[in-house]
């Protein structure tokens, strides 16, 4: 094998031999740069730009802290970090290829667990797929099942990811506005006070609708869809023929006594719901990038097909401490000692404190009731400072999160180092 491996590149070096290397080198370094042929494929198109590349950079530059994107600052529990420990150190099978839809320990344990919550008896060999992360298995499930002209129900406020998604596959995004309701006078309004218009909702089914997507707790508004909005998804998915994909990786992030209820569990839409979650998000891993889908075989049949056919597998050992962290959960859910319990607790009074410390600076606040986040009503300081720098499409909101990272720091700066 080696042999002919070698043999096979004598042959492809043979013509530079014969010529002077030199020369060859510049005609080819000049073919590549007058190249007049468009390089990116039109599936790009609109998408290159990306908040959390251009945010990233600014709070670098700025050494501010990053409040924006989903990730913990604390480490994850200690039962997590040994399963990664003896993942790493023990089986020195877990350095090489595990099965490629899932590392099986993995996904029998997510049939397990899941199937429970959901109602449902899974197959871990068909109803489960692990990916790189939640991110990848949303891609994988666009690719898999929006076509040219297929239409994308989205919520907003909405995750920034699904929007591309939708066009990189060819699909068209539809979008449809929760709105809020006026919060008493004097008090804060919550999260859930952003409401679905049903009858704007059942006005964006047409017969090119393919997807709904869901995504609940909300990210970036951090509410939890109830079961009477949930059902009415349901009943128009199901009255329309449609597709749901539902984005679920902040289940274990609800507070102030709020159940997540995943819509799959709902009757009528094991059969055409996709629920993905994340173990990132559940044991405050993120950097770990273990993701996955569940849903019926005849769904996740052609997501497999991209799976196969682009990353193929995941890392096995980093599937390997998941599978552990949910043994062990699976033997402590419910319980005090359980993590999913402890983790909304602890992350709730971290809430309370942001709530705090943002109403101090005057920011009206949502309260939310799941998710890592908050939304902030900047409308009196746009009443205020109308004409930030930016350009003149650019949403006022990224144009008052970048003066605020640049003229903050910089007053910070000069209170710091003092007069002269």
Not at 229 to 243: I, S
Not at 247 to 254: A, C, H, K, N
Request: glycine residues 8%.
């Amino acid at each position: 094998m080696f042999r002919s491996a070698a043999a096979l590149s004598v042959h492809l070096m043979w013509p530079l031999w014969g010529r002077k290397a030199g020369a060859s080198l510049t005609r080819c370094l000049h073919q590549s740069l007058t190249m007049t042929k468009r390089l990116q494929a039109r599936r790009l198109d609109g998408i290159d730009q990306n908040l959390w590349v251009e945010f990233g950079k600014l709070t670098k530059e700025y050494d501010v802290v990053n409040l924006g994107q989903g990730f913990p600052d604390f480490s994850p529990p200690d039962f997590a970090t040994q399963a990664f420990q003896q993942a790493t150190s023990g089986n020195f099978m877990l350095n090489q290829y595990t099965r490629a839809f899932g590392y099986p320990p993995l996904t029998n344990v997510l049939a397990s667990f899941f199937g429970k919550l959901l109602g449902q008896e899974m197959d871990p060999l068909t109803n489960v797929l692990v990916t790189v992360g939640a991110y990848g298995a949303l891609f994988t499930a666009f690719q898999a099942l929006v076509d040219e002209g297929d239409e994308v129900i989205i919520m907003e406020p909405a995750f920034d990811c699904y929007e591309p998604m939708t066009m990189m596959a060819g699909g068209c995004p539809v979008f449809v506005t929760l709105k809020p309701s006026p919060a008493p006078k004097g008090k804060l309004g919550a999260s859930n006070d952003w409401q679905l218009d049903p009858a704007e909702l059942a006005s964006k089914f047409t017969p090119r609708t393919k997807i709904l997507v869901l995504n609940t707790p909300n990210n970036p508004l951090g509410k939890v869809f109830s079961r009477m909005e949930l059902e009415l998804v349901a009943n128009l998915c199901q009255q329309h023929d449609v597709l749901c994909i539902s984005d679920e990786v902040y289940q274990w992030l609800v507070y102030d006594g709020h159940q997540h209820v995943s819509i799959a569990s709902l009757p009528g839409m094991w059969d055409r719901t996709l629920t993905i979650g994340s173990a990132g998000k559940s044991f405050s891993a993120t950097g770990w990038k273990v993701g996955w889908v569940m849903g019926p075989d005849n769904i996740m049949k052609h997501l497999r097909t991209v799976h196969q056919n682009s990353i193929f597998h995941c890392p096995t050992q980093a599937q390997a401490a998941v599978a552990q962290c949910f043994e062990r959960e699976q033997q402590h859910f419910g319980q005090p000692s359980s993590y999913f319990l402890q983790l909304p607790q602890a992350m709730e009074l971290n809430r309370d404190h942001m709530i705090r410390s943002l109403q101090s600076v005057g920011l009206k606040l949502w309260i939310s009731q799941g998710s890592y986040f908050l939304i902030a009503d900047i409308s009196d300081f746009k009443s205020k400072m109308p004409d930030l720098p930016g350009a003149e499409d650019e949403p006022y909101d990224r144009r008052f999160a970048k003066w605020m990272i640049k003229n903050m720091v910089r007053e910070s700066w000069e209170k710091a180092a003092g007069p002269g």
